[in-house]
C-alpha cells in the first residue's frame, strides 16, 4: 500500500491554465505539506496543514491555493500557470513534533 | 547564503569507498533530518536526529548539536548507494523542513 500517494505524476500544460494536484496519505498523519523542487534539485517549502489548518505558508503566489478536506488530503491548485511554475511538487506527511516526514513520488509539472 | 549548507556537492566514489557527506547549518534546530533522493525521483526519509548519532545498516548518521554540524556516513559504498543525499533541518517552532542544496553521490563499481 502505498504511504503517500500524489495524482497526477506528470501534468503537462500550457501556460495560462488551471491546475489541481492531488495527494493523500494513509498513515494516519496529522500534518500534510507541500513542497516545490526547482531545476536545481532545491526542496523549498510551500504550505503545511495540521487536522486541516494551515500552519505553514510560505512566500507562494496567490494563485497556489492548498486546500485539505480532511486530514488525510491535501490537494494544490495553482490557477493561470506560468512557466516558473515548471518543477517537481512534492507532498508529505508527518506526525506532529520531530517525527520523519513521509514523501509522496513527486508530480513533474511542465508548462508549455 | 543557505541557512543549510551541504558539502561537497558532487561525490564520485569507488565501490567499497567509506563516504562522507557535510551539512553545516545557521539556526537553531529541534531535529536534523537526512533524506536519499534516488535517480527516479522518489524521496526517503534516512534519519532524524537531534543528538549523537544514528546507524542503519552501513549509513550512520551523527551530529554535534554545538558546532551546529551534522555528517551521513556510507561504509562499503555499492553503486545501489547512487542518489541525491539532502540534509534539512526542523526549526524550533514547528516541523517546517529548511532544505540543503543536495550532494549528488555516484558510486562506480
Known amino acids: 500500500d502505498t504511504a503517500v500517494s500524489q495524482t497526477p505524476k506528470y501534468l503537462v500544460t500550457q501556460m495560462g491554465n488551471d491546475k489541481s494536484i492531488k495527494c493523500e496519505q494513509n498513515l494516519g498523519h496529522d500534518t500534510m505539506y507541500w513542497y516545490k523542487q526547482d531545476s536545481k534539485k532545491f526542496l523549498k517549502i510551500m504550505f503545511s496543514?495540521?487536522?486541516?489548518?494551515?500552519?505553514i505558508n510560505e512566500t507562494v503566489p496567490n494563485r497556489f491555493s492548498p486546500k485539505s478536506p480532511d486530514k488525510a488530503h491535501l490537494n494544490l491548485h495553482i490557477n493561470s500557470l506560468e512557466l516558473g511554475d515548471s518543477a517537481v511538487y512534492f507532498c508529505?506527511?508527518?506526525?506532529?513534533?520531530?517525527?520523519?516526514?513521509?514523501f509522496g513520488d513527486g508530480t513533474r509539472l511542465s508548462i508549455l | 547564503k543557505n541557512e543549510v549548507e551541504q558539502s561537497p556537492q558532487n561525490l564520485t566514489a569507488q565501490e567499497g569507498e567509506f563516504i562522507t557527506i557535510n551539512c553545516s547549518y545557521s539556526?537553531?534546530?529541534?531535529?536534523l533530518h537526512w533524506l536519499q533522493q534516488h535517480p527516479g525521483g522518489g524521496i526517503v526519509s534516512l534519519f532524524m536526529?537531534?543528538?549523537g548519532k544514528k546507524k542503519h545498516g552501513r549509513l550512520i548518521a551523527t551530529i554535534n548539536i554545538q558546532e551546529k554540524h551534522s555528517s551521513l556516513h556510507i561504509t562499503a559504498s555499492h553503486p545501489r548507494d547512487s542518489a541525491v543525499y539532502i540534509c534539512a533541518v526542523e526549526g524550533t517552532s514547528g516541523s517546517r523542513l529548511t532544505f540543503g542544496e543536495g550532494t549528488q553521490l555516484t558510486v562506480n563499481p
Open positions: 536526529l537531534s543528538s
Open positions: 539556526v537553531g534546530i529541534s531535529a
Open positions: 508529505a506527511s508527518s506526525q506532529v513534533g520531530r517525527q520523519p516526514q513521509h
Open positions: 496543514y495540521n487536522n486541516k489548518e494551515l500552519i
